[in-house]
């Protein structure tokens, strides 16, 4: 510090000078630099939220680190979780391999809702029918239905058609694919009841031909994009389907899901 007078006036002096040579607040590119880290902030804020969640894949993650995400509901020995059951269904296709000696007409798709298992409609049902073939009911009864009953979820049974209108011979009983997707659906829900899956696990849904079976998910659904999941007759076939799926926890299904879990 300055000890003279004179020293003092310099310091003083100094002091004032230095104030206007120095430039008050942040240096111009640190708010730039600020705006661009806020806007990528809100990017990746955006990307979450309209994200879907596969809680399927999440679970195999979570069990491939040793880690649990959720609560799992033990009963018995049945699959507790949708990783489980996603594992369980995959053994149950390669049985089918070995006892066809092909690929069944069977897939298996996982996402939001849960686990799915797709069935050919033209394996499943004649043209224009809601009967079940025999090929479909001894599938449920040697396979599909113990996947069923050895897990605790919710289950929703949907029927799925090409965009074909029905001739009208079939109107009488399906005025059009919205009748026919339903009662295919609850055919499958009946002969699953018949072989003892209790009824208050099973949900009965058609959708026409509204949800195409390759969709992009970012693809707006219209007459004219429906149209192009269509075009073709192998495209048409993928679309006739039966899918089974293993629903993933939620609201509506919490309450049988307490029960599992106390039985």
């Given at each position: 510090?300055?000890?003279?007078?004179?020293?003092?006036?310099?310091?003083?002096?100094?002091?004032?000078?230095?104030?206007?040579?120095?430039?008050?607040?942040?240096?111009?590119?640190?708010?730039?630099?600020?705006?661009?880290?806020?806007?990528?902030?809100?990017?990746?804020?955006?990307?979450?939220?309209?994200?879907?969640?596969?809680?399927?894949?999440?679970?195999?993650?979570?069990?491939?680190?040793?880690?649990?995400?959720?609560?799992?509901?033990?009963?018995?020995?049945?699959?507790?979780?949708?990783?489980?059951?996603?594992?369980?269904?995959?053994?149950?296709?390669?049985?089918?391999?070995?006892?066809?000696?092909?690929?069944?007409?069977?897939?298996?798709?996982?996402?939001?809702?849960?686990?799915?298992?797709?069935?050919?409609?033209?394996?499943?049902?004649?043209?224009?029918?809601?009967?079940?073939?025999?090929?479909?009911?001894?599938?449920?009864?040697?396979?599909?239905?113990?996947?069923?009953?050895?897990?605790?979820?919710?289950?929703?049974?949907?029927?799925?058609?090409?965009?074909?209108?029905?001739?009208?011979?079939?109107?009488?009983?399906?005025?059009?694919?919205?009748?026919?997707?339903?009662?295919?659906?609850?055919?499958?829900?009946?002969?699953?009841?018949?072989?003892?899956?209790?009824?208050?696990?099973?949900?009965?849904?058609?959708?026409?031909?509204?949800?195409?079976?390759?969709?992009?998910p970012m693809m707006a659904l219209n007459t004219q994009t429906v149209g192009a999941y269509n075009a073709t007759p192998e495209k048409k076939a993928r679309n006739r389907r039966v899918e089974i799926t293993f629903l993933k926890p939620a609201h509506h299904s919490s309450k049988f899901i307490e029960q599992?879990?106390?039985?």
């Open positions: 510090m300055p000890k003279t007078s004179k020293e003092k006036k310099e310091f003083k002096k100094g002091i004032k000078k230095g104030k206007t040579l120095v430039d008050e607040g942040l240096p111009g590119w640190f708010g730039t630099f600020a705006d661009m880290m806020t806007l990528l902030f809100a990017f990746f804020v955006l990307l979450a939220a309209i994200s879907t969640i596969d809680p399927v894949k999440l679970m195999e993650m979570a069990n491939s680190t040793g880690k649990s995400l959720g609560t799992k509901i033990k009963k018995d020995n049945a699959a507790s979780n949708l990783a489980d059951v996603k594992d369980n269904l995959e053994e149950m296709i390669e049985d089918l391999k070995e006892e066809s000696e092909g690929s069944p007409p069977v897939e298996i798709t996982t996402g939001p809702k849960g686990v799915t298992l797709e069935i050919s409609g033209d394996f499943s049902f004649g043209s224009g029918s809601a009967d079940l073939k025999d090929d479909l009911k001894n599938l449920l009864k040697d396979h599909i239905v113990p996947q069923i009953q050895n897990s605790i979820f919710q289950i929703e049974v949907a029927g799925h058609t090409d965009s074909d209108l029905l001739p009208e011979k079939f109107h009488t009983r399906f005025p059009s694919n919205w009748e026919l997707a339903s009662s295919r659906a609850s055919a499958v829900v009946r002969e699953a009841i018949i072989l003892g899956v209790d009824p208050t696990r099973l949900i009965a849904t058609g959708y026409a031909h509204w949800v195409p079976r390759d969709k992009d599992a879990g106390a039985g």
